[in-house]
C-alpha cells in the first residue's frame, strides 16, 4: 500500500476498483457497501474518511467501538466485525447496525437476550470458517444449517447473511473458491425455505482480496489497510 495516498484518495481508489470488479461481474456498484475498518485508527483518521463521505466503519473490539463513539457522536453506521464474548455485547447490541461475526450459539444466546431487553431485533451474520483453517474463528460450513435452524426461532435476532475471512495470500486468485463457496452456502441456505431465514448479504473481502469478493458476489467488503494504511497494534489488555 502507497503510505503517501491520502485518506480521501485511497476511499476513491478503492471505490473505483470496486467500481471496475462489479462491472466485470454485471453487477451494479450500488450493490455493495464499503466498510472503512477503522480498528486501531486514531478519531482523526475517521474524521477525515467521513468528511469524504465515509458512513460505515468497521471495529473488532467492543471497548475501542466505546470510546470511539463517546467522541464521534455523527449518526455512522458502525459494524463489529471481531470475535465476540458475550460479557462484552453491552458495548455492541444496540450501538452498531450489523454484527458480523456471530459463531456459535451460545453467542447468538446473548445477543438475543440482550436485543430482547432493549425491545430491539439485532441484524447479525454467521461467521464461517470457510477454508478450514485451525487459527481461524467461524463455523465450518456442515454446522451451517443447524444453526440457523435454532436461530429461525430467535424473535430478536435477524439472520442476514454471512461473512467469513479468507486465508492471507499474496495471490488473491487463490481465494476465489472461497468467496465463490460463500455464495454457494447462502444459495443453498435460502432454497431450503426456512421460515424467518432470508439471507442478502455476504461480507467478504479484505485489503489484498475485496475485488475477487466482489467479483463472486460480495455485498459488503472490509478494507482497513488499503484506506488507512498500515495498522500499530496496541499491546494486548
Ligand atoms: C482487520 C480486519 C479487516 C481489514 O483488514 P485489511 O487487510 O486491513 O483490509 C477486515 N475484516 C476483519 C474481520 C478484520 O479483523
Given at each position: 500500500m502507497n503510505e503517501q495516498l491520502t485518506i480521501g484518495n485511497a476511499i476513491s481508489e478503492v471505490a473505483s476498483r470496486i467500481q471496475a470488479a462489479c462491472e466485470r461481474a454485471g453487477r451494479?456498484?450500488?450493490?455493495v457497501t464499503l466498510i472503512?475498518?477503522?480498528?486501531?485508527?486514531p478519531v482523526e483518521a475517521i474524521r477525515e474518511a467521513m468528511a469524504c463521505g465515509m458512513v460505515d466503519f468497521g471495529e473488532n473490539r467492543p471497548q475501542e467501538l466505546r470510546d470511539k463513539q463517546a467522541v464521534i457522536t455523527e449518526p455512522l453506521r458502525w459494524h463489529m466485525i471481531g470475535s465476540l464474548q458475550t460479557n462484552k455485547l453491552k458495548y455492541v447490541v444496540g450501538k452498531t447496525?450489523?454484527?458480523?461475526?456471530?459463531?456459535?450459539l451460545h453467542l447468538a444466546q446473548a445477543i438475543q437476550d440482550a436485543s430482547a431487553k432493549q425491545g430491539i431485533v439485532s441484524d447479525v451474520l454467521l461467521e464461517i470458517n470457510i477454508a478450514g483453517e485451525e487459527s481461524k474463528h467461524g463455523i465450518v460450513p456442515a454446522e451451517l444449517l443447524g444453526l440457523v435452524e435454532e436461530l429461525a426461532?430467535?424473535?430478536?435476532?435477524?439472520?442476514?447473511g454471512l461473512m467469513t475471512v479468507a486465508p492471507y495470500t499474496?495471490?488473491?486468485?487463490?481465494n476465489r473458491c472461497y468467496f465463490r463457496k460463500m455464495k454457494q452456502l447462502m444459495v443453498d441456505i435460502n432454497s431450503k425455505?426456512?421460515?424467518?431465514i432470508t439471507m442478502d448479504m455476504l461480507s467478504m473481502g479484505m485489503t489484498g482480496d475485496y475485488e475477487i469478493a466482489v467479483e463472486e458476489g460480495a455485498t459488503l467488503v472490509r478494507v482497513g489497510t488499503g484506506i488507512f494504511g498500515h495498522r500499530v497494534y496496541p499491546p494486548k489488555e
Open positions: 451494479s456498484a450500488d450493490e472503512a475498518v477503522s480498528k486501531t485508527m447496525v450489523l454484527i458480523h461475526s456471530v459463531d456459535s426461532h430467535f424473535p430478536n435476532i435477524k439472520v442476514r499474496e495471490t488473491p486468485e487463490e425455505n426456512i421460515d424467518n
